[in-house]
């Protein structure tokens, strides 16, 4: 019955052919890993790990926190992978569940964050914990005028909003199109729009004296 299914769905003549697994469409890699292809799951992981880890990365603005969570999603996609279904692009799949993530993951820092706050005043003065500066190299002047713009930018990027982040981050670093910015944040057209240009202009504010 199971061969059956294997048979019938194409995915044995995608297999069995001399098509490369890199040449394989999105959705002909999830189907041969819904047959239990791990090299297919792993094509998508190679596919999808650098765009995903960066997008995170710009939302989140810690790069170890984005390689986590980039792992973290593509397990949530293998242990799903039955219920996705090919109505839609993969790739919408795989950045909503990172936006869902990294969304939870802000939410989890601002009530740490209170936490913290509250336990400043809570301790004596006694049991303050030293400073360490980070290390800090020379750079050239143009490197490091150029970390400092990026750091800028990030930093301004990461403070906005969360609602207002994921679109602008979507729209005008990924390069997504309006709709599949709406797809991904499942959000109206309209309300899509309206949220990156007010992003747009929140950041324009936040940078008018850096550049």
């Known amino acids: 019955m199971a061969f059956d299914k294997f048979k019938n769905s194409g995915v044995a003549e995608v297999l069995q052919s001399t098509v490369p697994i890199k040449n394989l469409s999105d959705h002909e890699l999830i189907e041969a890993t819904k047959q239990g292809d791990e090299a297919a799951f792993a094509e998508i992981v190679s596919r999808y790990r650098s765009p995903i880890t960066n997008y995170l990365y710009r939302f989140l603005n810690d790069y170890e926190e984005a390689v986590d969570l980039a792992q973290e999603t593509f397990v949530r996609v293998y242990f799903a992978i039955e219920r996705y279904h090919t109505d839609y692009a993969f790739s919408t799949y795989v950045y909503r569940i990172a936006t869902n993530l990294a969304i939870s993951e802000i939410r989890k820092r601002k009530r740490r964050k209170l936490v913290s706050l509250t336990g400043l005043f809570q301790f004596g003065e006694e049991e303050a914990q030293d400073f360490n500066p980070p290390d800090e190299k020379a750079l050239p002047d143009e490197d490091l005028i150029e970390n400092e713009q990026s750091a800028t930018i990030a930093r301004a990027i990461a403070a906005l909003p969360e609602k207002y982040r994921a679109p602008i981050i979507?729209?005008?670093?990924?390069?997504?199109?309006?709709e599949e910015v709406a797809?991904?944040?499942k959000l109206g057209l309209g309300t899509?729009?309206?949220?990156?240009?007010?992003?747009?202009?929140?950041?324009?504010?936040?940078?008018?004296?850096?550049?």
């Open 192 to 211: 899509t729009k309206s949220r990156i240009s007010r992003a747009r202009k929140l950041l324009r504010e936040k940078l008018q004296n850096y550049f």
């Open 183 to 185: 797809n991904i944040l």
């Open 170 to 178: 979507l729209r005008d670093i990924e390069e997504k199109t309006y």
